[in-house]
């Protein structure tokens, strides 16, 4: 069964800093994997995704993720941190044409100091 | 990619009552997902919906608790029963196609 690790659960950084989120999962076949965002009291937001091709991958707001498959891993970066950034990021992996479902990890909560 | 009507909003309810929320969506698709998140928590998926069978449940989630609707392939309902303070979440609905999950707003649910 398809699983997602997020092994950091709340992160701090300084605005201004740049900033890695990790992502590990678990699927058997070929992997779609998202990054969505939620700010306090808002629905999710699509960041960015990964179905095939390029393995670095661009997204809204300056981000940006990395599949490396020999790692399972899909970690979202940027460069530069926003206060407005300040959110919780949630990866998850599904399947093509959205014929299964999507599984979440737990999620990070990013805090971004002055 | 498909867009998703979710109603109502919010809602605040008496324990004991049940509510029903719906989706709708603009295509038709296959399968249908309904998730819940808890406050401060990720999102888990109760069930999925297929039309013209049986839903099909997540490890801790029971139809008597959790039925589900799909009458055709643009719309379903999530009924929550016998409701607790302990049901207090946000129910969302989605669905996947060839461009990804889209999510209906979510449906924030109070129990007093």
């Known amino acids: 069964a398809q699983s997602v690790t997020q092994p950091d659960i709340h992160i701090t950084v300084s605005e201004g800093a740049s900033l890695e989120l990790r992502c590990n999962y678990s699927?058997?076949?070929?992997?779609?994997l998202f990054w969505y965002v939620q700010s306090p009291g808002q629905g999710l937001q699509l960041l960015l995704k990964?179905?095939?091709?390029?393995?670095l991958v661009q997204g809204i707001k300056g981000f940006e993720a990395e599949f490396k498959r020999s790692q399972s891993s899909f970690n979202l970066r940027k460069p530069s941190v926003h206060w407005s950034d300040a959110a919780e990021y949630f990866c998850?992996?599904?399947?093509?044409?959205?014929?299964?479902?999507?599984?979440f990890g737990k999620g990070t909560k990013l805090t971004v100091n002055p | 990619s498909a867009v998703i009507s979710q109603k109502p909003s919010r809602d605040i309810c008496q324990r004991g009552t049940s509510l029903t929320i719906q989706c709708q969506v603009d295509?038709?698709?296959?399968?249908m997902f309904w998730y819940r998140q808890q406050p401060g928590q990720s999102l888990t998926l109760i069930a999925t919906a297929n039309q013209g069978s049986e839903a099909t449940y997540e490890s801790g989630f029971v139809i008597d608790k959790f039925p589900i609707s799909r009458p055709n392939l643009t719309f379903s309902t999530l009924t929550v029963s016998n409701m607790s303070p302990e049901d207090s979440s946000i129910y969302l609905c989605s669905v996947g196609d060839n461009y990804g999950y889209t999510f209906g707003s979510g449906t924030r649910l109070t129990v007093v």
């Open positions: 990964y179905f095939s091709g390029d393995t």
């Open positions: 295509s038709q698709v296959t399968m």
């Open positions: 699927y058997g076949a070929t992997p779609y």
């Open positions: 998850a992996v599904g399947a093509q044409g959205g014929s299964e479902k999507l599984v």
